[in-house]
């Protein structure tokens, strides 16, 4: 069966700090993935997706980045924290039954509740 | 106005009611998700479709193609189904975007 993994859970970082946050999917191959952000009472922010190793697009210009450095790994980072990138981090993926994304149910990791202070 | 829309935005019922939520969107699709995020933050899919209607225990979800419109159903409601519903559509065409209500917070009280 297929698992994802998410860690850390909860992070709490300095503003200026650097952020690696790792996720990793057993059990599939060729997976598309995707990193979320929810900020405190609102909806889910696509940051990034990958439709394979290398291949990372960008939905909202910020100060952070993605990387897919292996077909089920999928990280994402920061060289500097903002007091703004506070927020829920989920990482997701999904059977990459057509081309493009969302063709198949999306499966999500548990979370990283980061806090920049 | 949100390209998809869900409603209630907030609804409490007792322990065994019927629920309904829907959701309403303004685009032409190529799939509809159902989501549930749990008090926690946890998130899990629920339902993935592109027509008709598909069950999962207590769960019946279904959609209007023509009419642009998407319910989902919880029979036998019960308190460990409280957290919030959200729905995200994927645009018909080439797209790689998937748009998301801004979910339903549920609370069954027992």
């Known amino acids: 069966s297929q698992t994802i993994h998410q860690w850390p859970a909860t992070l709490v970082q300095p503003v200026g700090s650097p952020l690696s946050l790792e996720c990793t999917v057993e059990?599939?191959?060729?997976?598309?993935l995707y990193w979320y952000r929810q900020a405190a009472g609102r909806g889910l922010q696509l940051l990034f997706y990958?439709?394979?190793?290398?291949?990372i697009s960008s939905e909202v210009p910020q100060n952070l980045s993605a990387s897919r450095p292996q077909d089920r790994q999928f990280i994402l980072s920061s060289k500097k924290l903002l007091l703004s990138d506070s927020g829920f981090y989920l990482c997701?993926?999904?059977?990459?039954?057509?081309?493009?994304?969302?063709?198949?149910?999306?499966?999500f990791g548990n979370g990283t509740r980061l806090t920049v202070t | 106005k949100n390209e998809v829309e869900q409603s209630p935005q907030n609804l409490t019922a007792q322990e065994g009611e019927f629920i309904t939520i829907n959701c309403s969107y303004s685009?032409?699709?190529?799939?509809l998700h159902w989501l549930q995020q749990h008090p926690g933050g946890g998130i899990v899919s629920l339902f993935m479709?592109?027509?008709g209607k598909k069950k999962h225990g207590r769960l019946i979800a279904t959609i209007n193609i023509q009419e642009k419109h998407s319910s989902l159903h919880i029979t036998a409601s019960h308190p460990r189904d409280s957290a919030v519903y959200i729905c995200?559509?994927?645009?018909?065409?080439?797209?790689?975007?998937?748009?998301f209500g801004t979910g339903t917070l549920l609370a069954v009280q027992p």
């Open positions: 059990g599939t191959s060729n997976p598309n």
């Open positions: 479709l592109s027509s």
């Open positions: 990958s439709v394979g190793i290398g291949q």
């Open positions: 997701a993926w999904s059977v990459r039954i057509l081309a493009g994304t969302y063709n198949s149910p999306l499966h």
């Open positions: 685009v032409g699709i190529s799939a």
């Open positions: 995200a559509v994927k645009g018909s065409g080439a797209t790689n975007k998937l748009i």
